[in-house]
């Protein structure tokens, strides 16, 4: 039970540098971030990400324009802004020096 | 033979059972409670709302299909319960959305004379005829009853809408219990 808190927690703090890293590599709808998310593991169920998403907006580390959709109404389309990108970077640093950190400590 | 209900999610139609309405609503209400905090609520919900549509229109393409509360369940088993999106972290304890509260009418479906008394009895929930009693022996009382009911008459206005009548009785004003009481009704 322990493990599984930590991991849950571990997951919710990562999953923000994950939808970042997505939108990243160019603009997607939120329906493409669950799809994406929920292949890698990241996401269990489909109701955390619109919090999330709602908050880095709120941030200004993504935007999102209102996109006319094949079937159905229109939908939110996501993108990266520039501070968002800076943000990213700056948790990929992180990232990485908390992995190389975990490794030394761990071997 | 089932009841159905129609909502709209996210500018559309959808046509659900009682009992999967009644599953869908109380979700909607729980995420509701679960954001009511977060700055971004109405936003999150719609989302959240136009995300079941989508699942909805997946499930049931064909015009016409009655949805159930099996795919109800289904769907909120993919988007998640409160604690599921929580996930280990803290729910904060979700406050009863609002208490009902009586409302002092007449009770034009049950009267004698002005429905001062019935509508008393709903407000207290006690037998109306008690208060009739009470009118009736303060009559001789130099009269005063006479006064005070003429006054309530006047004063305390007559349950004439459903609503009116629900808030009367200290039922929640829903829509399922306006349905109930057209049921009655028949």
Request: aromatic share 8%; with cysteine; proline share 3%.
């Given at each position: 039970?322990e493990?599984?808190n930590a991991k ?6 990562i999953?923000?540098l ?18 994406k ?6 996401i269990?169920?489909e ?5 999330l998403?709602t ?11 209102w996109?006319e ?15 968002g990108r ?10 990485d020096e908390l992995?190389e950190t975990v490794?030394?400590?761990?071997n | 033979?089932?009841?159905?209900l129609t ?8 046509e659900?059972?009682e009992?999967?309405?009644?599953m869908l609503?109380?979700y909607?209400k729980q995420?509701e409670?679960y ?9 999150i919900?719609s ?16 015009r ?7 795919e ?10 409160p604690?599921?999106?929580?996930d280990?972290?803290?729910v904060?304890?979700a406050?009863k ?8 009418y ?6 004698v ?5 019935s509508?008393?009895g ?7 005829l ?14 005063l009853?006479?006064?005070v009911y003429?006054i ?5 206005p007559?349950a004439?809408t459903?609503?009116?009548?629900l808030?009367?009785?200290?039922e ?7 349905g ?7």
């Amino acid at each position: 039970m322990e493990v599984e808190n930590a991991k849950a927690q571990m997951r919710k703090g990562i999953l923000e540098l994950c939808i970042l890293s997505v939108l990243s590599k160019g603009d997607a709808y939120a329906n493409d971030l669950i799809t994406k998310l929920k292949e890698a593991k990241m996401i269990v169920v489909e109701g955390t990400l619109y919090p999330l998403l709602t908050r880095q907006k709120n941030l200004g580390l993504l935007s999102y324009r209102w996109e006319e959709s094949p079937q159905g109404p229109p939908r939110k389309y996501y993108s990266l802004t520039d501070k968002g990108r800076t943000y990213l970077n700056e948790l990929h640093r992180s990232w990485d020096e908390l992995v190389e950190t975990v490794n030394t400590l761990r071997n | 033979m089932k009841k159905t209900l129609t909502v709209s999610l996210n500018g559309r139609s959808y046509e659900l059972e009682e009992d999967a309405f009644k599953m869908l609503d109380e979700y909607l209400k729980q995420l509701e409670s679960y954001f009511a905090e977060d700055a971004g609520k109405q936003e999150i919900l719609s989302d959240i709302e136009s995300r079941i549509a989508d699942h909805f229109d997946e499930s049931s393409r064909v015009r016409g299909v009655v949805i159930g509360a099996d795919e109800v369940r289904r769907v909120i088993e993919i988007m998640g319960t409160p604690s599921d999106i929580a996930d280990g972290e803290k729910v904060p304890k979700a406050e009863k959305p609002h208490r009902s509260y009586r409302k002092l009418y007449r009770n034009m479906d049950d009267k004698v004379l002005g429905g001062v008394c019935s509508g008393m009895g709903c407000y207290w929930n006690v037998e109306p005829l008690l208060f009739r009693i009470i009118f009736i022996i303060s009559i001789f009382w130099g009269g005063l009853g006479l006064l005070v009911y003429a006054i309530l008459w006047i004063a305390v206005p007559p349950a004439l809408t459903t609503t009116q009548k629900l808030e009367m009785r200290g039922e929640e004003v829903t829509a399922e219990n306006i349905g109930k009481s057209f049921e009655n009704k028949k």
